[in-house]
């Protein structure tokens, strides 16, 4: 009978912020899908006209949907590659004695707390711009001609900048999972003269295969609204080619004025997150369970 009025006064303690919770996430979702069923111009208030699914059919159709989801596409799976590749790369440096290691490991992980209007206004100003930025500088001293990196290389870019901001974020976790790696495992590899290049894939990569899942799982959610590094840098171009969905969505809101239109992208965009983060989540479950 206590178990049972306990479990009561929790549900009843619990329900005000999980309605709370509710209402945060429902109410929005709800309120975007009914504007997706409407011709909606914000320059012409009060003109709006129920039109179904025609703002869908408009957004998966019009040639600046596939471009952008390409871009969305290209620069989750390049920083990824990026974070994931280096980032144990640097997780096994900083998992070394030497001296300094507890300042090297906070520069490393420092750019995590820049905010990302931050890091591309210094990458954009500081880095790159290609008459006063210290790759031009480079460049020049060594004889090369310059590069306008936003002109010529704009989504490589965007995937520097994004990868950089990101790259703390996976050494973390992967040094942090690497340092739990047992002693006795070392020991015994060490004993049996293991090579340094099968103990690295067969006990470090092995060992690390959980935290490099939930590094991709955690990552990909973010990095499929990278958008201030792009509204910063480039604008969406040249063209669209810097163009994500996220910004497709942004543009067509608050350039176009077409809040219909942008209600179905920010649909269409919640659905193909989801079902991201299904394969991803289903992905981790398996290496969880083996």
Same mark, same amino acid.
């Given at each position: ?13 619990? #329900? ?5 919770? *509710? ?41 600046? *949907? ?14 990824? #590659? ?7 790369? +640097? ?21 995590? @707390? ?29 004889? @090369? ?8 290389? /704009? ?45 690295? @894939? ?19 959610? *973010?990095?499929?609204?990278? *958008? ?6 480039? &604008?969406?171009? /040249?063209? +669209?080619?810097?163009?994500?969905? #996220? ?5 067509? #809101? ?11 992208? &920010? ?24």
């Amino acid at each position: 009978m206590a178990t049972q009025q306990t479990r009561a006064l929790g549900r009843i303690l619990v #329900a005000p912020s999980v309605a709370l919770l *509710f209402l945060w996430m429902i109410v929005p979702l709800v309120m975007t899908i009914y504007f997706s069923t409407l011709r909606y111009q914000l320059l012409n208030p009060g003109t709006e006209q129920f039109i179904g699914a025609q703002n869908y059919i408009y957004f998966l159709t019009d040639p600046a *949907f596939i471009k952008s989801l390409s871009n969305t596409l290209l620069l989750v799976g390049s920083v990824l #590659a990026i974070t994931v590749v280096i980032g144990v790369l +640097l997780a096994l440096l900083l998992d070394q004695v030497f001296v300094g290691r507890s300042l090297v490991r906070l520069m490393v992980i420092a750019p995590f @707390f820049v905010m990302p209007t931050v890091s591309a206004l210094v990458w954009k100003n500081l880095l790159m711009h290609p008459v006063s930025g210290v790759f031009a500088w480079v460049a020049t001293s060594l004889g @090369f001609t310059p590069i306008d990196w936003f002109a010529l290389l /704009p989504m490589l870019s965007i995937i520097l900048i994004v990868a950089w901001q990101w790259l703390p974020f996976a050494t973390l976790i992967l040094l942090t999972a690497l340092q739990s790696l047992d002693n006795d495992t070392k020991e015994a590899a060490e004993m049996d003269g293991t090579r340094p290049l099968p103990y690295f @894939f067969y006990i470090v990569l092995a060992h690390l295969a959980r935290p490099i899942t939930v590094v991709v799982l955690i990552q990909t959610i *973010f990095l499929l609204t990278v *958008f201030a590094e792009i509204f910063v840098t480039t &604008g969406g171009g /040249p063209g +669209l080619a810097t163009t994500n969905l #996220a910004f497709l969505i942004y543009a067509q #809101a608050l350039l176009q004025y077409d809040v219909g239109g942008a209600s179905a992208g &920010g649909i269409v965009a919640v659905v193909l997150a989801n079902i991201v983060a299904f394969f991803l989540v289903r992905l981790i479950g398996k290496h969880l369970d083996t």
